[in-house]
């Protein structure tokens, strides 16, 4: 199992520009979730899927916006992006049973 | 006010000798804690968790204590090693199942020096 898979692993944007960051998880987990950390701060959940076809806001939403497009897939999309948004992303899904978070490896974000 | 704080923020110590991260909490209802440890660049990984009743927790050399009645944990490392150097992160879960109550703590940045 690859477990919890993101693209791509580094990004440089200009202010305005768009993109959208990939995750994809083969552990059949139910619930993903998109965390972005900065120095000196604790993950921040920006948005989370319980299940395929549900989104809801986390903790830091604004500017992104989210698509889960099956059980396996969640993207994060920065329609446009600002410097504040620079930041490490990390993706997560969680197993039913212990509530286990698995991580993938991050998107190191720059936007200048 | 963090719900989770972490301390200290960062420590440097020599290869071999132990060390103790705290973390304190005040998320409630609590349903379990956890710490992580995340290399330079990677994501965090599970390193043990705790359910309200359990005291304390083993992964080989990693101790994880639990006070409930203070909300307080700890992890301890015993004989460190070069390898011991990340940042270990505490992670809090309220009882109900929404994500939103799964509050992560900013981390200790551990140094191990040979």
């Known amino acids: 199992n690859a477990g919890v898979t993101q693209t791509p692993k580094f990004q440089v944007l200009k202010t305005g520009q768009s993109m959208t960051l990939q995750c994809a998880q083969d552990?059949?987990?139910?619930?993903m979730y998109w965390y972005r950390q900065d120095p000196g701060m604790g993950l921040r959940l920006i948005y989370y899927s319980a299940s395929e076809g549900t989104t809801d806001k986390g903790e830091v939403p604004n500017g992104y916006n989210v698509s889960r497009l099956n059980k396996r897939e969640f993207s994060l999309r920065l329609e446009s992006a600002a410097p504040s948004q620079t930041s490490v992303y990390f993706c997560a899904s969680i197993s039913r049973d212990q509530g286990e978070q698995y991580f993938g490896p991050g998107t190191r974000l720059t936007v200048t | 006010k963090n719900q989770v704080e972490q301390s200290p923020q960062s420590l440097i110590i020599l290869e071999g000798k132990n060390c103790t991260l705290q973390?304190?909490?005040?998320?409630?209802?609590?349903?379990?804690l956890r710490w992580y440890k995340q290399d330079t660049g990677r994501g965090p990984v599970s390193l043990t968790i705790?359910?309200?009743?359990?005291n304390t927790k083993s992964n080989g050399r990693y101790t994880a204590t639990l006070d409930a009645d203070t909300k307080q944990s700890s992890l301890h490392i015993t004989a460190s090693q070069l390898s011991d150097s990340a940042s270990y992160i505490c992670?809090?879960?309220?009882?109900?199942?929404?994500?939103?109550?799964?509050?992560f703590g900013s981390g200790t940045r551990l140094s191990i020096r040979p």
């Open positions: 973390c304190n909490y005040t998320v409630s209802p609590f349903s379990n």
């Open positions: 552990m059949n987990h139910n619930s």
């Open positions: 992670v809090v879960r309220g009882l109900y199942s929404s994500a939103s109550k799964i509050i």
């Open positions: 705790m359910t309200f009743s359990e």
